[in-house]
């Protein structure tokens, strides 16, 4: 995966936004680290320097780690075991967070089902990446209410009005 200026070809990941958000990057893997995850991949700053930060991967992720309760909106992926579908699906929605979700499987009904009981404003079935300017973004539970982008994201300067009539006569 290259990192390096967005602006270049064959670039898939550019820096951080700011120091802060370094220093979450940082926080969350510290966290999971000592709290029993592996780092599989990365785990460090990219020698890039300034903003830039490997992509990282965690093993062995479990709930108790603040990546599980925190959107860290970094190159980090922790991976959580779970036995099945159900499980998954619970320890997917056990957040207060709710911006994206993602999925991978080869069964059409697997994907609608799980889809459907993923409580976030985007899911990914099979990719990674969803965002694009004709579909509606944003997130639910403490990520957001209401959609940006798309028919929808009008909504938001719009002023909903019910007239209902009865008993009227010419």
Partial sequence: MRVGNGLEEGVIQGPLINNAAMQKVEKHIQDAVSKGAKVLVGGKPHSLGYTFYE????????????IFREEVFGPVAPLFRFKTEEEAIRLANDTQCGLASYLFTESMSRAWRVAEALEYGLVGVNEGIISTEVAPFGGVKESGLGREGSKYGIDEYLEVKYVCLGNMKH
């Fill in 55 to 66: 992509p990282t991967v965690l093993g062995d992720a479990t709930s108790g780690m603040l």
